[in-house]
């Protein structure tokens, strides 16, 4: 049985996966129809229930990082989830507005996590469950690292040039157990922050309404 996920309701087969036990909160409260607790352990809140569309789909929190994403995916594969898909922010390398919501194309590995698991270089979305989000979002490569506060010299700047539209810390995780394990993965990102040239934070009240159009983008991309 899993550790660290302690189940309370039904595992759907396709999960969303905000890193914010918070926004989790938020997601299943505008997509479920009244959504019942599947996890509370840890402080990694998710939830359960029928969404809009009728079908089955759990929400659940990843907390922050490579290695505490792995380990809830980890679990939820090993309980049936089939279908992943990542609902989380970003902080912009290239020119791009706050709110604006980017699907991940490839994301570019600098991070130990995800080369533990044998990303080399790129990790990959699943191109099905990608296209259908960039119906709906502008479709980038990111860069998935390990340090929230990095202070190395010009490595934004370096990132930058080898393509990376934004940064972020838990897709290129997701994408390489996806692969691993042959499951369906990808990855919605709101921007809310601006790195390069000068940086920009969000409010928490645009951020509340990007993540609810998150969360509508996600559940039609996983319909």
Do not use: K
């Not at 505490?68 to 020119?95: F, Q, W």
Request: charged share 20%; with cysteine.
């Amino acid at each position: 049985m899993p550790i660290h996920l302690h189940p309370t309701a039904e595992l759907a087969p396709r999960v969303m996966l905000p890193g914010d036990p918070g926004r989790a909160l938020l997601l299943a409260q505008e997509l479920l129809e009244e959504p019942r607790m599947f996890n509370h352990n840890r402080g990694l809140w998710g939830y359960s229930g029928l969404a809009r569309d009728g079908e089955p789909l759990t929400i659940q929190s990843t907390g922050m990082g490579g290695p505490s994403a792995a380990i809830v995916v980890s679990e939820l594969i090993e309980l049936g989830a089939r279908r992943l898909l990542r609902v989380g922010t970003c902080g912009a390398l290239a020119p791009a507005s706050l709110g604006e919501l980017l699907a991940v194309r490839e994301a570019l590995v600098q991070d130990g996590t995800s080369r533990a698991l044998g990303a080399d270089g790129r990790a990959l979305p699943t191109a099905r469950l990608a296209a259908a989000l960039g119906r709906s979002a502008r479709a980038v490569t990111v860069v998935s690292t390990d340090l929230f506060y990095d202070e190395r010299a010009g490595i934004e700047a370096a990132w930058a040039a080898a393509g990376a539209h934004a940064v972020e810390m838990e897709a290129a995780t997701l994408f390489a157990l996806a692969a691993r394990h042959g499951c369906e993965a990808a990855a919605l990102l709101i921007v809310s922050d601006l790195v390069l040239p000068t940086r920009a934070r969000i409010d928490t009240e645009a951020l509340r309404a990007a993540e609810r159009r998150a969360g509508e983008v996600a559940l039609a991309a996983l319909a």
